[in-house]
């Protein structure tokens, strides 16, 4: 069955930058440094050393995280990872080889080691210029199931070291698959590991939304025949819904609040509503007898993007909340929908059909300016979400048959599958965190 939701079915270069608060132990050991990767710069190349380890369940260990961060810091699109040469050490007394690291081509060495500290794994890891300058000196520990967490919160702190933000490491996707026969909402990690099935209803479940603060998942639910808004409290399992006549399709929450968007018909057209946690309405947002839905929201949730009819065909449309005054924000392209607000602020995501019948995702800028097209040649691109800290994208794609999910860097590059799972999976949305 369709979604009720309107659908078409330099170098990476190294700036030394003073005044830059180091992610380290103690902040005079590393210096102040940040790498700022320019737009259509290439990777940092980082000579990646095997950890350490004295054997037995160490061994274990280290092997487990090794594969962890090399995984990890591949996901990026940042790096190129680079293996450690055999004569990264001095024989004679075991420091770091620093000429061989140059000599290769590496920009920056990184390497530690794993330790049992009462039947616990310690990880420390250490990341230095070609100058054995110190960039970051880190201990890790946990228990023995928490090791891929402690391998990603060492990439975690690399990446905002080198590029003064946050990462995608410790985010969620949530999204759509038919795995069992019935269309569920599952949930994984931001690389497509731990999958969860978050739904059970054997009917039909889409466009799931997951509230800033990781609390509330919102999706639309047809158990009843029709499409309803499902709320559900994460942490406690408690389940409301807006019970409205008609139709309650495409939620969104709006940032810093528990309220979320949705498009309800009970008062005949299709308009936009701010629904409460509790699955009441807090207000109408969209009046008119258009088809107004998907909406998306700025990161200080003061204006929100959807897609309406009101002048001809779907496009995307800004509305400030204060004001009450929308503007129309595409006019390339003459079916635009699912629109998806950069964490920046300064972009939207959003699909658009071409006139060769491809459906392809594309950018603009939220004065409309900067229209750039990310997908091409590749048959049908739904549904683009960013990653939170804006640095990729992923999106639905029928590329290679079914529909699957994939990730891209933001600026369209590196697209690739996110996850290797029975059925077919669409409607993504990266915008929860651990």
């Not at 830059?20 to 050393?49: F, N, Q």
């Not at 928490?146 to 946050?166: H, P």
């Not at 057209?269 to 409460?276: C, D, E, K, S, W």
Request: with cysteine; glycine share 10%.
């Amino acid at each position: 069955m369709r979604s009720t939701r309107i659908s078409f079915t330099a170098l990476f270069t190294l700036l030394l930058v003073m005044f830059v608060m180091p992610l380290t132990l103690k902040a005079e050991e590393a210096g102040e440094y940040i790498a700022i990767r320019k737009e259509g710069a290439s990777r940092i190349a980082i000579v990646l050393d095997n950890l350490a380890a004295s054997g037995g369940k160490q061994s274990e260990w280290a092997k487990s995280l090794d594969n962890t961060i090399k995984r990890g810091l591949d996901f990026t699109g940042l790096f190129n990872l680079m293996p450690a040469p055999l004569n990264i050490r001095n024989s004679q007394n075991g420091t770091l080889n620093l000429t061989t690291i140059a000599s290769v081509g590496g920009d920056m060495y990184a390497g530690g080691s794993v330790t049992n500290k009462m039947g616990k794994p310690v990880l420390e890891m250490h990341v230095s210029d070609v100058s054995g300058k110190p960039l970051l000196d880190r201990t890790y520990s946990g228990e023995e199931a928490r090791l891929r967490d402690m391998g990603l919160r060492f990439c975690a702190d690399l990446v905002e070291l080198l590029t003064g933000k946050r990462s995608v490491f410790g985010s969620r996707i949530v999204f759509v698959s038919n795995r069992t026969g019935y269309k569920e909402i599952y949930m994984c990690d931001f690389d497509g590991e731990n999958v969860v099935q978050l739904t059970s209803s054997r009917s039909i479940s889409l466009t799931p939304s997951v509230s800033s603060d990781g609390k509330y998942l919102a999706w639309t639910d047809y158990t009843s025949g029709k499409p309803d808004l499902h709320i559900r409290n994460l942490a406690t399992g408690a389940n409301a819904s807006v019970g409205k006549q008609g139709v309650s399709i495409s939620p969104a929450w709006r940032p810093g609040t528990n309220t979320c968007a949705t498009t309800l018909s009970f008062e005949g057209n299709q308009n936009i509503y701010l629904i409460r946690a509790d699955g009441s309405v807090e207000r109408r947002l969209t009046s008119g007898g258009e088809i107004n839905v998907s909406p998306t929201f700025s990161p200080d949730g003061s204006k929100m993007a959807f897609v309406s009819t009101r002048q001809g065909g779907p496009q995307i449309f800004v509305l400030d909340m204060g004001s009450g005054q929308a503007r129309r924000l595409t006019y390339s392209g003459s079916y635009n929908t699912q629109p998806s607000w950069s964490p920046a602020g300064d972009k939207i995501l959003y699909s658009s059909m071409q006139k060769s019948g491809e459906i392809n995702i594309f950018t603009v800028s939220i004065d409309g300016s900067g229209l750039l097209q990310l997908t091409s040649g590749a048959k049908n691109n739904e549904y683009p979400s960013w990653s939170p800290d804006g640095s990729m994208i992923v999106f639905s794609s029928n590329r290679d048959g079914k529909r699957k999910l994939y990730v891209m860097n933001a600026d369209g590059t590196n697209q690739r599958p996110l996850l290797r799972m029975e059925g077919e999976q669409q409607q993504p949305s990266w915008s929860v965190s651990k």
